[in-house]
């Protein structure tokens, strides 16, 4: 058995599956029933000044049969008074000492106002802080959350307030409604942050009901936009927790969030640059329970890599994501498809000739029946085919000779001007 | 067994209705195949990807439409196509996986479309060309809806008081309920198309006359009752042509006291029916005898196994010698066994009889179901060439005589395609589309 323990910039957890800042860790009886189940930390839902929430919060996206492939929410921070959360804070913390148990908090943009927050929530022993600048709706029009965020100066004020008064590890939470991420790390990181996490949810609007014509979800009859998380958005927050990972200038320890569902996702994110990762749709969709799989698969994989402990994984592929113009353009796949594996359903040939590059011939065979075959030498290596086909592994991209040595845009820019 | 337990088992659908949950899955679960195998299975062509993919999407009437526009006894099918050796036979997820389960989801689609009253098709503008459509079956009112379709006037002779053919009174209510063939019916019926019922070519209007009034015939009048076996005793009540059987169950006439022991003679899809539907009227012991085997017999591998479910035994290489009685009621049946030589020219091994082995099997009924008489009379003085009373159409399914065309079980030879309801629906399809494309460059006066 690998060790699953991390230490995200002092906060120490027995694995990496912590559950987000969100309605699972809305009390302390869901956050230890949680920690009945597994999970290796908890950031409890963000505490600051008690909202009223509207009802009516959720929508799930459903693709074909597949359920909450994404959701968004427009549900704001604890409506529940500080003092109830802090005495259940202290009892889990004393339940669960091994737990991270991080203190997700919102303010408004007042020194005062900050400090006073910080030195009230670290005295119930939270292990941390986690800085909300990421709440997309609702907090935002009052000045706070994606408000503060979405400007880097204020992240970089916001930090130094509360780092110049906690005396545990302050995470900056960022939100990915802004065009380049790095600008609010980098300032997170400025003004002090011990380190980051990303995504906060996204900029969204989940649908129009075709018979009310209202939007989805609605509150009597109007809604707004909400933070949309799940499956659907971990390309999204994978490509952010991976710029970061490669910058510079941030530089302090990533905790990855945005559609973990599975130890696999949470081994991408590690492998990325995140030291650990946060969950929440997957626990949503199907309770507390699912943790058991992610530690014990993530254990089972770490033990076939012959890996000691997940802090390997960190970073492990960050050195792989580069720009565009650093890639080889010489490099060449093409499609290859296993005759005896093809259930000839012609999805790979339809895909092929009316929208990438016509290279799949339907060949007929003595028995009636069409052999599809890939006409190497007009395949691009788009992999669409591969990524239509039903069966898998049936389409595999292989690598062909390639005849020239590698060159990538940059180099081939370089030595078109040089040559001048 | 109570009259009521009786009727409820026989017209109780043996189809489950698939849930909202199950549909949605099933449908997911098909690929949308590009170039579909199914499709090309399906002797009417049914774009199968695209009416599973309507349902996914909620376009419940384009997906009727989809199975309606080629299929015109789509309905039907959805409950009696032998689904497994056609558009599910086909699928490709055979190999990895389990078929789409397409029969149910059309079955599910059209009866949607039922309950919600939903126009699917139009009638053309006029053409002013006329045709007599004989015989409303599925060929028949396959052939009409298209004909309809393309604005000419059609009008329909139906010998039986109501519409549909072997759908409405040939197939056990149990696999079909009437409603679902009316249901057809109706449709074509709602295009404009004429009908006279109880009419029958031949005895109540001559086929000449037919020639003189319409500008072109359809034949679509099917097949008769079923052959005599041509033996001792079959004249003793408790004896019974299957078709005129079920024809009595389905329309709720009385077929009098079954008994316990039914003998079945023959193993094809009404051979089946009868079997299962005697079980269903209280029967104790139902057994189907065949002269060959069961690698032989026509039944579809789905009919047989239902009747295996439905307690019905078998008993192969047996041909009936004479029926025994009594007082003028069956009693037993006699048999011979028989071995298989070379095969025949219907492309099956021949039986021949084994001498002196002949035993004796009871029954309190039975029922013959060894094929289908051919109907003649219709034809007398259409100058359509027939043989053994089949009649002879080329692939665009005209005659020999151009202003006569033909469709379903009245062209059907044996071993020639097979008589299923689909292939009927097609026939009467193309039939039509052949007629309209002879019309097409002519203007009627």
């Given at each position: 058995m690998a060790d699953l323990s991390i230490d995200l910039a002092g906060i120490r957890s027995p694995n990496p599956f912590w559950l987000a800042s969100a309605p699972p860790t809305n009390s302390g009886y869901q956050v230890m029933r949680a920690f009945e189940a597994g999970w290796?930390?908890?950031?409890?839902?963000?505490?600051?000044?008690?909202?009223?929430?509207?009802?009516?919060?959720?929508?799930?996206?459903?693709?074909?049969?597949?359920?909450?492939?994404?959701?968004?929410?427009?549900?704001?921070?604890?409506?529940?008074?500080?003092?109830?959360?802090?005495?259940?804070?202290?009892?889990?913390?004393?339940?669960?000492?091994?737990?991270?148990?991080?203190?997700?908090?919102?303010?408004?943009?007042?020194?005062?106002?900050?400090?006073?927050?910080?030195?009230?929530?670290?005295?119930?022993?939270?292990?941390?802080?986690?800085?909300?600048?990421?709440?997309?709706?609702?907090?935002?029009?009052?000045?706070?959350?994606?408000?503060?965020?979405?400007?880097?100066?204020?992240?970089?004020?916001?930090?130094?307030?509360?780092?110049?008064?906690?005396?545990?590890?302050?995470?900056?939470?960022?939100?990915?409604?802004?065009?380049?991420?790095?600008?609010?790390?980098?300032?997170?990181?400025?003004?002090?942050?011990?380190?980051?996490?990303?995504?906060?949810?996204?900029?969204?609007?989940?649908?129009?009901?075709?018979?009310?014509?209202?939007?989805?979800?609605?509150?009597?009859?109007?809604?707004?936009?909400?933070?949309?998380?799940?499956?659907?958005?971990?390309?999204?927050?994978?490509?952010?927790?991976?710029?970061?990972?490669?910058?510079?200038?941030?530089?302090?320890?990533?905790?990855?969030?945005?559609?973990?569902?599975?130890?696999?996702?949470?081994?991408?994110?590690?492998?990325?640059?995140?030291?650990?990762?946060?969950?929440?749709?997957?626990?949503?969709?199907?309770?507390?329970?699912?943790?058991?799989?992610?530690?014990?698969?993530?254990?089972?994989?770490?033990?076939?890599?012959?890996?000691?402990?997940?802090?390997?994984?960190?970073?492990?592929?960050?050195?792989?994501?580069?720009?565009?113009?650093?890639?080889?353009?010489?490099?060449?796949?093409?499609?290859?498809?296993?005759?005896?594996?093809?259930?000839?359903?012609?999805?790979?040939?339809?895909?092929?000739?009316?929208?990438?590059?016509?290279?799949?011939?339907?060949?007929?065979?003595?028995?009636?029946?069409?052999?599809?075959?890939?006409?190497?030498?007009?395949?691009?290596?788009?992999?669409?085919?591969?990524?239509?086909?039903?069966?898998?592994?049936?389409?595999?991209?292989?690598?062909?000779?390639?005849?020239?040595?590698?060159?990538?845009?940059?180099?081939?820019?370089?030595?078109?001007?040089?040559?001048? | 067994m109570s009259e009521r337990l009786e009727s409820s088992s026989l017209f109780a659908s043996i189809h489950r209705s698939l849930g909202r949950m199950d549909v949605v899955h099933e449908a997911n679960r098909c690929l949308y195949c590009y170039d579909a195998p199914c499709t090309q299975a399906c002797p009417t062509h049914i774009d199968v990807p695209a009416f599973i993919h309507k349902i996914r999407t909620g376009n419940l009437k384009g997906s009727a439409r989809v199975i309606m526009e080629a299929n015109p006894a789509g309905a039907s099918c959805a409950r009696v196509c032998p689904t497994e050796e056609l558009c599910e036979g086909a699928c490709v997820l055979n190999k990895e996986d389990v078929a789409i389960r397409i029969g149910d989801l059309q079955r599910y689609v059209t009866d949607w479309v039922r309950e919600h009253d939903v126009e699917l098709f139009q009638p053309g503008p006029p053409t002013g060309f006329r045709v007599a459509v004989v015989g409303g079956g599925p060929a028949g009112l396959s052939a009409a809806r298209e004909l309809a379709r393309m604005g000419h006037s059609v009008t329909i002779y139906e010998a039986k008081s109501r519409l549909g053919g072997l759908n409405t009174y040939g197939i056990v209510p149990f696999r079909l309920p009437e409603d679902v063939a009316l249901w057809e019916a109706e449709q074509v019926v709602k295009l404009g198309v004429t009908v006279h019922t109880d009419t029958a070519v031949g005895r109540d209007i001559s086929p000449q006359e037919l020639l003189t009034r319409f500008d072109a015939v359809v034949l679509a009048f099917g097949m008769g009752a079923v052959p005599r076996l041509g033996i001792e005793g079959e004249e003793l009540t408790g004896v019974w042509d299957a078709i005129e059987l079920i024809e009595r169950v389905k329309t709720g006439k009385s077929i009098g006291e079954i008994g316990s022991t039914v003998v079945v003679i023959g193993a094809g899809n009404t051979a089946v029916d009868a079997a299962t539907c005697s079980k269903r009227l209280g029967a104790e012991q139902v057994t189907m005898v065949y002269r060959r085997t069961e690698k032989e017999m026509t039944a579809y591998e789905f009919e047989y196994d239902f009747a295996k479910q439905e307690g019905v035994e078998f008993r192969w290489l047996s041909a009936p010698t004479r029926i025994l009685g009594e007082e003028g009621r069956v009693r037993g049946v006699e048999f011979i066994r028989m071995r298989l030589e070379a095969a025949d020219d219907s492309g099956r091994p021949r039986p021949v009889p084994i001498p002196g082995s002949e035993y004796v099997v009871e029954a309190d009924t039975v029922i013959r179901a060894i094929g289908q008489h051919r109907l003649t009379e219709v034809l007398q003085g259409l100058g359509v060439e027939c043989r053994d009373g089949v009649i002879q159409v080329d692939e665009r399914f005209r005659t020999s005589n151009p202003k006569v065309f033909a469709a379903g079980d009245c062209t059907f030879e044996k071993g020639r395609g097979e008589a299923m309801v689909v292939e009927a629906a097609e026939q009467g399809k193309v039939a039509a589309w052949s007629l309209h494309q002879q019309w097409s460059h002519m203007q009627r006066v």
């Amino acid at each position: 058995m690998a060790d699953l323990s991390i230490d995200l910039a002092g906060i120490r957890s027995p694995n990496p599956f912590w559950l987000a800042s969100a309605p699972p860790t809305n009390s302390g009886y869901q956050v230890m029933r949680a920690f009945e189940a597994g999970w290796g930390g908890a950031v409890w839902k963000t505490l600051g000044d008690p909202i009223v929430n509207v009802s009516s919060r959720f929508a799930g996206l459903q693709v074909g049969s597949q359920r909450m492939f994404a959701m968004n929410n427009i549900e704001l921070i604890t409506d529940r008074p500080l003092e109830v959360n802090l005495k259940e804070i202290r009892e889990v913390k004393k339940r669960f000492p091994d737990r991270a148990v991080v203190a997700s908090l919102m303010m408004e943009p007042k020194k005062e106002s900050w400090q006073e927050l910080v030195k009230r929530v670290q005295d119930v022993g939270v292990d941390g802080f986690e800085l909300n600048f990421g709440c997309p709706h609702g907090m935002s029009e009052r000045g706070m959350g994606s408000a503060v965020g979405q400007v880097p100066e204020l992240v970089q004020q916001s930090t130094e307030w509360v780092v110049e008064a906690a005396e545990v590890p302050v995470i900056v939470k960022l939100t990915p409604n802004i065009t380049d991420i790095r600008h609010t790390a980098r300032a997170a990181a400025q003004g002090g942050a011990n380190a980051i996490s990303m995504i906060n949810t996204i900029n969204s609007l989940m649908g129009v009901d075709l018979d009310t014509w209202y939007p989805v979800p609605h509150v009597d009859g109007k809604g707004a936009h909400g933070g949309y998380c799940g499956p659907a958005v971990k390309p999204i927050a994978l490509h952010m927790v991976a710029d970061c990972a490669r910058d510079p200038d941030i530089n302090i320890p990533i905790s990855g969030i945005g559609g973990v569902s599975t130890w696999r996702d949470a081994v991408e994110y590690l492998l990325m640059g995140a030291t650990g990762v946060q969950v929440c749709t997957a626990a949503m969709h199907h309770g507390f329970g699912i943790v058991e799989d992610m530690i014990d698969g993530l254990n089972h994989y770490l033990d076939d890599r012959g890996l000691a402990s997940v802090r390997e994984l960190t970073g492990r592929s960050v050195h792989r994501y580069t720009e565009w113009g650093n890639l080889n353009l010489e490099y060449k796949v093409v499609a290859r498809i296993d005759q005896d594996a093809c259930i000839r359903c012609n999805k790979c040939y339809i895909a092929c000739e009316d929208t990438a590059h016509q290279c799949i011939d339907r060949v007929p065979q003595p028995d009636g029946i069409h052999r599809l075959v890939v006409r190497e030498e007009d395949c691009v290596g788009c992999n669409l085919c591969s990524m239509v086909c039903p069966v898998d592994d049936c389409i595999t991209m292989v690598q062909v000779d390639a005849s020239k040595p590698a060159q990538t845009w940059r180099e081939r820019e370089m030595a078109r001007i040089g040559g001048k | 067994m109570s009259e009521r337990l009786e009727s409820s088992s026989l017209f109780a659908s043996i189809h489950r209705s698939l849930g909202r949950m199950d549909v949605v899955h099933e449908a997911n679960r098909c690929l949308y195949c590009y170039d579909a195998p199914c499709t090309q299975a399906c002797p009417t062509h049914i774009d199968v990807p695209a009416f599973i993919h309507k349902i996914r999407t909620g376009n419940l009437k384009g997906s009727a439409r989809v199975i309606m526009e080629a299929n015109p006894a789509g309905a039907s099918c959805a409950r009696v196509c032998p689904t497994e050796e056609l558009c599910e036979g086909a699928c490709v997820l055979n190999k990895e996986d389990v078929a789409i389960r397409i029969g149910d989801l059309q079955r599910y689609v059209t009866d949607w479309v039922r309950e919600h009253d939903v126009e699917l098709f139009q009638p053309g503008p006029p053409t002013g060309f006329r045709v007599a459509v004989v015989g409303g079956g599925p060929a028949g009112l396959s052939a009409a809806r298209e004909l309809a379709r393309m604005g000419h006037s059609v009008t329909i002779y139906e010998a039986k008081s109501r519409l549909g053919g072997l759908n409405t009174y040939g197939i056990v209510p149990f696999r079909l309920p009437e409603d679902v063939a009316l249901w057809e019916a109706e449709q074509v019926v709602k295009l404009g198309v004429t009908v006279h019922t109880d009419t029958a070519v031949g005895r109540d209007i001559s086929p000449q006359e037919l020639l003189t009034r319409f500008d072109a015939v359809v034949l679509a009048f099917g097949m008769g009752a079923v052959p005599r076996l041509g033996i001792e005793g079959e004249e003793l009540t408790g004896v019974w042509d299957a078709i005129e059987l079920i024809e009595r169950v389905k329309t709720g006439k009385s077929i009098g006291e079954i008994g316990s022991t039914v003998v079945v003679i023959g193993a094809g899809n009404t051979a089946v029916d009868a079997a299962t539907c005697s079980k269903r009227l209280g029967a104790e012991q139902v057994t189907m005898v065949y002269r060959r085997t069961e690698k032989e017999m026509t039944a579809y591998e789905f009919e047989y196994d239902f009747a295996k479910q439905e307690g019905v035994e078998f008993r192969w290489l047996s041909a009936p010698t004479r029926i025994l009685g009594e007082e003028g009621r069956v009693r037993g049946v006699e048999f011979i066994r028989m071995r298989l030589e070379a095969a025949d020219d219907s492309g099956r091994p021949r039986p021949v009889p084994i001498p002196g082995s002949e035993y004796v099997v009871e029954a309190d009924t039975v029922i013959r179901a060894i094929g289908q008489h051919r109907l003649t009379e219709v034809l007398q003085g259409l100058g359509v060439e027939c043989r053994d009373g089949v009649i002879q159409v080329d692939e665009r399914f005209r005659t020999s005589n151009p202003k006569v065309f033909a469709a379903g079980d009245c062209t059907f030879e044996k071993g020639r395609g097979e008589a299923m309801v689909v292939e009927a629906a097609e026939q009467g399809k193309v039939a039509a589309w052949s007629l309209h494309q002879q019309w097409s460059h002519m203007q009627r006066v």
